[in-house]
């Protein structure tokens, strides 16, 4: 068994990403990892050469700035790197996705287990997507609790933005992967960057999407999605993420909007009636 681990960048560095931390995340359990890099206006491509990684691949790229639909660019740029992998299973980390080091073991065998399996066409993992601080993630069904990273490289898929696939099935209309559960978590830390880079991030990507850089408070959330992190993170984050005491604290005078008034009732409902109402690009069948 092969695989390729691949991601995309452009100003990785300026915008706050802790892609070499992601990479070294799972180097211990791919054979390569593939990156497209765009056009850099920082030391995103220095610091990728400066780890010294054999199993690196460097995919020089363009992006086109003409796209502002949907973010199609990113499903762009996931795809170039995707097509350059050589592995039975291809593994996606966006720049600030990191793996736990003890969940490697149970990744592998998954891709082992499920390599020959027809009806498994991808790995899903749970989520955690930390707010303000390390201590703090959010939950609530606005936010991806569960989400395909690994695909098998020998199916008909592509990206039509960033965040997930679509199977094409005898050139009919796309649809999601079917799935097995992975046993290991996802540790996003996108929105634990500080205000500045992120919003320096919206400025240079919202136009992606055709919109205009609104400015960023984390402060502006509900307390009632942001809970206490009691556990270990990964080694290779240890440094980036410093140190800080206590749970992040949001306004307390923030009123939700119409959209997270909703995802509160949803929320509601989960509690109420056990079950689990967000977003799913994929079909579970094992």
Known sequence: MK??????????????????????????????FVVALGPCDDDTEAMLLAMNEPKLKM???????????????YGQQKMIAQFNCTGDWVFYLEADEVVHEDDLENIHTAMQKHLNDDQVEALVFDYLHFYGNKNSYLWSPGWYRRAPRI??????????????????????????????????????????????????KSKQVQQYWNKSHTKIDYSKISQKIIKEFKHTHPQVMKQWLGEVEGVYRADSNYHPTRKEKKHLLMLHLERFFGIEMSKKHYKLVR
Do not use: C
């Not at 363009?62 to 660019?73: C, L």
């Not at 009919?172 to 097995?180: D, I, L």
């Open 3 to 32: 695989v390729s681990g691949f991601t995309f960048l452009k100003n990785g560095q300026m915008l706050g990403y802790p892609f070499v931390e992601s990479i070294q995340s799972i180097l211990p359990i791919v054979d390569e």
């Open 59 to 73: 995919i020089y790229t363009q992006w086109n700035d003409k796209m502002k639909d949907r973010g199609y660019v």
């Open 151 to 200: 695909l098998k490289n020998s199916i008909r898929s592509y990206a039509p933005d960033g965040l997930f696939w679509l199977i094409l099935e005898k050139n009919k209309v796309g649809r999601y992967p079917k799935a097995a559960l992975v046993n290991a978590t996802m540790y996003h830390y996108g929105w634990v960057r500080s205000e500045a880079e992120m919003n320096q």
